[in-house]
Each structure stands twice: as structure tokens, then as C-alpha cells.
């Protein structure tokens, strides 16, 4: 059974940088095949693709938040993560880290996903 767990602060303050981790259990994030997403959903609005991490450590960013978004892993952990530079109250939204047979905004590539955490961007 893969299980993915997002962790989190719950609240930013607009500026500062948003760091997130996803947990793996039952996978390893090395696994050819796979690609490791973040993705995030805005109150309000539909799923938003952010950026992945490939089994071969390879990295992919949604152009729209490249300049501010970086994904890394740790892989004696078998975790990755993201950090979200510069949040303003526009990054307020409920992430969630998931499994895709690839990477992107095809939602029926990805096979598991976390519980989701929200994220609040508020002075």
C-alpha cells in the first residue's frame, strides 16, 4: 500500500518562503516510472500541476512558478520536497503531494496521493 503524507506549516506569512515535505511509504521515490508531484488547489478554484521529481532525480516545473518554486528529495528519507519562495495570499490553497506515471495536469496519470495540507498565506 503506498501511502504519501504532506507536512507542513499551516500558516505564511506573505514574503517568506513555504517549505513542504511529502513523507513515502510502501514506494521508493527511485522507482523507474514514477514521477513525485506537488500539487496545489486555491479555495475556489481547480487542481493547479506545480512541479515534479522523477525517479532518476530529474526536475520539471510548471512554467508559471519556475522562477519561484524549487523541488528536491531526499532519498534515505524516501522523501521530496517543495519550496515556494515570495508566497502572497494568491499561494493560499490546499497542497497535495502525489504518484504519476507522469508529470503534468493529466489527473487520471496519478495513482496515489496524499491527504492534502492546507496552506495559509496571511500577515
Known amino acids: 500500500q503506498v501511502q504519501l503524507q504532506e507536512s507542513g506549516p499551516g500558516l505564511v506569512k506573505p514574503s517568506q518562503t513555504l517549505s513542504l515535505t511529502c513523507t513515502v511509504s510502501g514506494a521508493s521515490i ?43 528529495r531526499d532519498t534515505s528519507k524516501n522523501q521530496f520536497s517543495l519550496q515556494l519562495s515570495s508566497v502572497t495570499p494568491e ?28 496552506v495559509t498565506v496571511s500577515s
Open 30 to 72: 527511485t522507482t523507474y516510472y514514477y514521477y513525485w508531484s506537488w500539487i496545489r488547489q486555491p479555495p475556489g478554484k481547480g487542481l493547479e500541476w506545480m512541479a515534479a521529481i522523477g525517479s532518476d532525480g530529474s526536475t520539471y516545473y510548471s512554467p508559471s512558478l519556475k522562477s519561484h518554486t524549487s523541488i528536491s
Open 91 to 118: 499561494d493560499t490553497a490546499v497542497y497535495y503531494c502525489a504518484r504519476g506515471a507522469d508529470y503534468g495536469t493529466y489527473w487520471s496519470d496519478y495513482d496515489y496521493w496524499g491527504q492534502g495540507t492546507q
